[in-house]
């Protein structure tokens, strides 16, 4: 029986990493994220961890202390967002070529200039393609899961690559939840021991790490890199399948609401999933048939799986809450119609950019996204696929 709490994602961020106790944790504050570190510090001042706390100058340092200490053998946390990870990002590149499992709780925020604290998805989008494994979170309960269920899938032998769990900054991190949390000896053995291989600080087996890469073997690696981010496909799906054994709560690599019979579908990350599930609920009630798909696993991406489940639907928006700045969409929409392209399944889709800086997306504005999507299924021409949500001037 699970224990009921009350409480922030944030606070969930930092209870999970209490429960894994990790051998090392280096951060440097940034909002929305401070809180993570503030209260597993905490933690370590109190004894409840014997997890070694290292209070950096700086992001880059954070990510940088982390490299080192999973070198050495040790399971290591952060935490960060917005202009923190863009100060770490030639860390996060080499966390994930070096196939070092850190696992890092990345709060959502848009990033600098001008500066805005609030919520958007440029942070996250901004290192997609770094190599790192990326789950994004609904609920505070789903961040809470998520980082149990992190060390499980990126330690893995077939996998070894890092992975971040994403959360909306203040919508989520900020907001106090009713919460399930696992006993925590459940966690210990659930989580169980970090086991590596290969590792700086095993005097058996001398190695470098981090040595010159030339043209002779890196394409290789980059290779290996691309193999184990496809393997972890079938090692989230294992994870998430012995966790529902665990708990009771099921994810999948996306949630498929109301998609049975759906027309008029939304595909979206994070917390706008809980308000379009609310306006697909009184559309069904009108007669419309209307659902959602909720991507939990960016990376690596489902292209094949979400392409299948689109593929009776009459009509797709793709919500985006981070503009890509290419004239041609935002990343979530480029990748399921490269998955549906590549599947050979033609379904009408547009895409949304919304929610920048935190700009707030009604219930009122998600159903304007259902009505447009039906004239597209009533035979309205689409004249421009590229569009935005909720700006100033624009209806």
């Not at 999970?16 to 905490?42: G, H, L, R, W």
């Not at 010159?212 to 394409?219: E, M, N, R, V």
């Not at 980059?222 to 009771?248: C, H, L, P």
Request: glycine content about 6%; hydrophobic content about 40%; overall charge negative.
């Amino acid at each position: 029986m699970g224990i009921r709490e009350r409480l922030s994602g944030n606070e969930a961020a930092a209870i999970a990493m209490k429960q894994i106790n990790p051998d090392v944790v280096a951060a440097f504050p940034i909002t929305p994220s401070t809180e993570i570190p503030q209260y597993f510090s905490t933690f370590v001042s109190n004894g409840a961890v014997d997890t070694e706390f290292v209070a950096v100058e700086s992001e880059h340092s954070a990510m940088s202390a982390c490299i080192g200490a999973q070198s050495a053998g040790a399971r290591a946390m952060t935490a960060t967002s917005a202009n923190g990870l863009s100060l770490m990002w030639e860390m996060v590149y080499i966390a994930s070529s070096l196939r070092l499992p850190i696992v890092m709780s990345l709060v959502n925020r848009a990033v600098s200039g001008p500066l805005n604290i609030h919520n958007d998805h440029s942070d996250a989008m901004g290192v997609r393609d770094a190599g790192w494994i990326m789950l994004f979170s609904e609920t505070n309960q789903e961040a809470y899961d998520n980082l149990l269920m992190a060390h499980r899938i990126a330690e893995h032998k077939d996998v070894l690559l890092p992975l971040m769990v994403c959360q909306d900054g203040f919508i989520t991190s900020h907001s106090i939840e009713n919460i399930e949390l696992v006993e925590d000896d459940k966690v210990k053995e659930f989580v169980g021991k970090y086991k590596p291989e290969h590792y700086l600080l095993n005097d058996k087996e001398p190695i470098a790490v981090g040595p010159l890469d030339l043209q002779a073997y890196l394409f290789e690696h980059k290779k290996q890199q691309a193999d184990a981010m496809k393997k972890a496909k079938n090692v989230i799906k294992e994870v998430s399948e012995d966790f529902e054994k665990m708990t009771g709560r099921k994810y999948e690599f996306f949630e498929k609401y109301k998609l049975e019979d759906a027309e008029v579908v939304i595909v979206c990350m994070n917390s706008t999933a809980g308000t379009s599930k609310f306006v697909a609920d009184n559309l069904r009630k009108q007669g419309v048939k209307a659902g959602v798909l909720k991507v939990r696993m960016f990376r690596p991406f489902p292209a094949e799986e979400i392409a299948e489940s689109l593929k009776n639907v009459k009509a797709v928006a793709v919500l985006d809450k981070a503009d890509s700045l290419n004239g041609a969409g935002g990343a979530l929409f480029e990748d399921v119609v490269s998955g549906m392209f590549v599947s050979n399944i033609n379904v009408p889709t547009v895409n949304y950019i919304y929610g920048i800086g935190g700009r707030d997306t009604t219930s009122k504005e998600i159903e304007s996204v259902y009505n447009d999507l039906q004239k597209i299924v009533n035979g309205e021409k689409i004249e421009n696929p590229y569009r935005y949500l909720g700006l100033r001037g624009e209806n």
